[in-house]
């Protein structure tokens, strides 16, 4: 349906309180060395597999379409799972180079329909991730800074360019790195993994 391409996750898991599903992601080569991934979820129903994000009216799997390499998860540990959906944070353009994108973990609700858990900004180079705030929405976008492998959390006005009230910044480093006693006193760590 969506062209070459591979699965890189498959997972067992439950749709609600009662319909188990297969879960699986697919990397999908689009050319010129663009890929994206997307999602499809699939029962057994009446011994015949049904996928249940699509149908002949609706295409569910379509919305899954993205650039990150985020995989299907039970990302609030209740036992369903949700699937990723993204679009891009305020001041960046879809598809774009330097994109950044706003993550939203849904339940698939009656009728095909998307029931938003959770709204996450991930950071794929350096392997976290923030949820954000429902008033942070529409409202809060992040400035990247890849030389110091920062992550500005600013209220969004109008533009990037205008965007500078700063509400939260994520640094990641080595502890090789040179540290200066004004950043030690300015960021605080909030945790280790490996070197990082």
């Given at each position: 349906v969506f062209g070459d391409g591979e699965v890189v996750s498959r997972q067992v898991g439950m749709v609600d309180n009662?319909?188990?599903a297969l879960f699986i992601d697919n990397q999908i080569n689009l050319g010129r060395n663009l890929q994206m991934y997307v999602s499809q979820v699939v029962t057994a129903y009446g011994g015949d597999l049904v996928n249940l994000l699509d149908s002949d009216d609706t295409s569910l799997s379509e919305t899954t379409m993205r650039h990150t390499r985020t995989l299907c998860q039970d990302i609030n540990g209740d036992g369903i799972m949700e699937v990723p959906t993204v679009s891009p944070l305020p001041g960046y353009e879809e598809d774009e180079d330097d994109t950044l994108y706003l993550t939203t973990f849904n339940r698939l609700g009656v009728g095909r329909t998307w029931l938003?858990?959770?709204?996450c900004a991930i950071n794929e180079d350096h392997r976290y991730?923030?949820?954000i705030p429902?008033?942070?929405l529409n409202n809060v976008t992040i400035l990247s800074l890849p030389e110091s492998s920062e992550w500005s959390f600013v209220r969004f006005e109008e533009t990037l360019?205008?965007?500078?009230?700063?509400l939260l910044k994520l640094k990641v480093s080595s502890v090789k790195d040179y540290h200066d006693k004004f950043e030690s006193g300015y960021f605080e760590l909030l945790g280790t993994q490996g070197l990082f």
């Open positions: 009662s319909t188990p938003p858990v959770s709204h991730m923030v949820k429902e008033k942070w360019e205008d965007s500078y009230s700063l």
